[in-house]
């Protein structure tokens, strides 16, 4: 690992349980993504801190809303930021929907990344 996953302190509740699951996501972004065009080429750290932390603040903001979710989407979504950080952490439905694809990502089914 050439990156230190940090969470910020208010981020902790939502990722306890779920720190592996985000890093074997951000291996994911760091090589397949960045190979296949998803996102462009940057450092490990950069991609930690730009994508995985930048989208526990949306998971948080889900988390904090006192509406019912009725349905979570992340529109545009390329390589699943910040739909597949939210599902990982929030634990609900999280539909991407790209220009070419709708997919869906819950909890238990959520793919395996590798």
Do not use: C
């Not at 960045?34 to 932390?53: C, M, N, R, Y």
């Not at 609900?92 to 929907?97: A, D, I, N, R």
């Amino acid at each position: 690992m050439n990156y230190v996953p940090q969470i910020p302190k208010w981020g902790e509740e939502y990722t306890e349980k779920k720190l592996d699951e985000l890093v074997s996501y951000h291996g994911w972004l760091a090589s397949t993504a960045i190979k296949t065009g998803l996102i462009s080429p940057k450092k490990e750290q950069a991609i930690w801190d730009e994508f995985i932390v930048h989208s526990l603040y949306f998971a948080k903001i889900i988390e904090n809303l006192k509406e019912r979710k009725e349905q979570i989407l992340d529109l545009g979504t390329g390589a699943g930021i910040p739909g597949i950080p939210i599902s990982i952490v929030v634990n609900e439905k999280v539909t991407l929907v790209d220009n070419l694809s709708l997919i869906h990502i819950s909890e238990p089914t959520r793919p395996r990344l590798i």
